[in-house]
């Protein structure tokens, strides 16, 4: 039993940030740094749509709550949004809005989850969607996946075999995070009529739909609309991450369910976040992401070309097997050494079952010095 | 077990909103509106520390990822502000800023609590509590104690009746939320050295620490640091409820747990709302408060002497037995007779078993509106 001085049992399998210890390195290192470790973006936001630009005269209450579930104008907004892109019509209570897909994530899970319950998690994955899975005490189950299935069949052969009586859910990101592949829309109809015939719940983490360089992003939301949350974000698309404002769509029926998971551990997304996502929403968003789109893509492809490995087909990321390049001391060296060159990566066991891969963020330092990071890091693996 | 359509068992005993159904009715008022049921402020943070005051050129990565656990500023600079508070030498390791203080009590339950596991909660309580128990799967315990203890001997009484095997916590609030009482500083030190004899941890709810009017705030954690976590809001002492930015102050040993919550539920507190509070810290928002309080203070008390009941003791709240203005139809039809006059007040059973009580909030309107609205809930009363 958890008593003092003792922490849940629960938490205790949820990774902490492994960077911390890779931190002090990196900080001593005297020359340019290179931070591919985050998912980010060196951008800032669109003009007229930071903090600076939002006046409390002209909103009032803007450093007082917010509606829990979101501003009405904003949830407005989300729902005519929602309708054109997944193509199912979208009323606002089908909307909640949360602190970035992290929190709206957490508040499909809390309204889900009952103790042991089982998420099957395409890997590699988002790392934080196991730790999410264990904080509201359900069971992460992670799934090999994308370089393994091979056609919708496989797709859905894959998840059959890891389903068991606990299973409540399917989680699925695509554009993938980490491994910059877009799920062909076919794999997506099969799992979606799985998912149908199975009675589970989806949760399709779309925070990267704007970065789509090859390929076509279908939204399960589309294909499945009564069990789908689909989870976006303003971090990644519009380069507001640390706004903390995101979006959960849903079926209705259920998202007062979520939105109590919301009031009780955030109680509602900053207002100022929400105020400037509105913003953003009248054009000039999108106007960022697609400007974003195209700075990011040749960098990315570059990168990629660089280390030899295949261009990125979405997402802000390259996923790398280091295998070859590693000595004693096995992947925690390998980070080490980067770090002592000033390149911070993602280490592959934050992923899944990946014990010799890392991921490499291309968009969270401006493409000249990521350019000079890609090359030091090809120079390390002897490319 | 929680398969589609439906959701967690768990959170159905979990309060949605009680307020929405009153909303129709309040919108529909053609006068004066009285929003008694929140509790907020109708004042606007301190001139400089305000979002318009945030310029992306003085702080580059305003928009990016913070810190999960707070800006390294920040957390220097609240470590120093407990150190003198609490009298409890603090450092940084000991600091975790949150997503207000729901989202800092959020992260202790997260950390500490398994499934089943019991939480005593002084009660009337703050409405949140229970349901935060409940979203990470632990059991609230009500325990009446604000109007029933009245020594150090009966509050140990009081709580050692609820106490039981799965007992691993204490929730306690003072200033309280909603009864405007001030724990005196004795009962807090038995209760302390209860906590000790028994093993529990102490979550002690401070977010009221400076609007005390009568009475000592005592602070438990100088009482029983290895124990105690000990969380603060920016959002009532300086006006930010909408920046989302709290802090929790506790055992440096389990502050990791309680960062894994922090990075599993939102992520990190928005970086601008961790700015706005940094530039707040330098004097401006404690000069803000002692403003706020002297403004509060004899709002509150003329309120309680037009309801004829005792002035509050600190907290923004007052706490009412309405019994003898109960007709048919209850509290509900009450609450509803009040909505129909513009007044919105909160009702009792979401702060513990009170049927017949209301807690109004004389903060969130500016004095003069505040005053006709208790003019109007007293002629409602036949008082």
């Known amino acids: 039993m958890p008593r003092f001085p003792h922490t849940a049992e629960e938490m205790r399998e949820v990774r902490a940030s492994v960077f911390s210890r890779l931190a002090h390195r990196l900080a001593s290192c005297s020359g340019e740094i290179y931070p591919f470790h985050v998912g980010d973006t060196y951008l800032d936001p669109a003009e007229g749509c930071r903090m600076e630009d939002l006046a409390t005269a002209d909103w009032p ?10 501003m009405p104008a904003l949830l407005e907004a989300l729902a005519a ?59 992460p189950v992670a799934v090999p996946f ?37 799920i062909p829309p076919t794999w ?28 076509e992003h279908a939204y399960l939301r589309s294909l499945a609309p009564e069990r789908t949350f689909s989870a976006h974000s ?4 519009w380069g507001m991450a640390g706004n903390r404002c995101g979006y959960v769509v849903g079926p209705a029926a259920v998202m007062e369910a979520l939105g109590k998971v919301v009031v009780h ?24 992401a697609a400007s974003a789109r195209e700075c990011y893509r040749p960098v990315g492809a570059a990168a990629a070309r660089r280390l030899g490995i295949a261009e ?34 993602a280490p592959g066991p934050s992923f899944g079952p990946y014990p010799t891969h890392v991921r490499l963020c291309y968009t969270a330092a401006p493409p000249e010095a990521t350019a000079r990071g890609f090359e030091r890091l090809a120079a390390i693996l002897g490319r």
């Open 61 to 70: 209450g803007l450093h007082r709550y917010a509606a829990p579930r979101g």
């Open 81 to 139: 949004r929602a309708t054109v892109r997944h193509k199912v019509p979208t009323a606002v209570e089908d909307v909640l809005v949360s602190a970035g897909a992290t929190g709206g994530i957490g508040a499909i899970l809390g309204a889900i989850l009952s103790p042991g319950d089982e998420v099957l998690i395409l890997a590699p994955f988002w790392p934080l969607i196991d730790g999410i899975v264990r904080t509201f005490r359900g069971t």
């Open 146 to 182: 994308l370089g393994v299935a091979e056609s919708p069949e496989s797709a859905v052969e894959i998840v059959e075999r890891a389903r068991t009586a606990r299973t409540v859910a399917l989680y699925v990101s695509t554009p993938n995070n980490p491994t910059g592949r877009v």
């Open 188 to 215: 997506l109809g099969a799992l979606a009529r799985w998912a149908e015939l199975r009675g589970l719940w989806i949760l399709s983490d779309e925070v990267y739909e704007d970065y789509v360089y090859r390929g």
């Open 234 to 237: 303003f971090s990644k698309a």
């Open 265 to 288: 551990t955030f109680y509602s997304t900053p207002t100022a976040s929400q105020a400037a996502a509105l913003r953003a929403l009248d054009g000039r968003g999108d106007a960022w």
């Open 312 to 345: 990125p087909e979405g997402s802000q990321f390259l996923w790398l097997d280091v295998a070859p390049a590693l000595g004693e001391g096995g992947l925690e060296r390998f980070l080490e050494r980067c770090a002592d060159r000033g390149l911070a990566a």
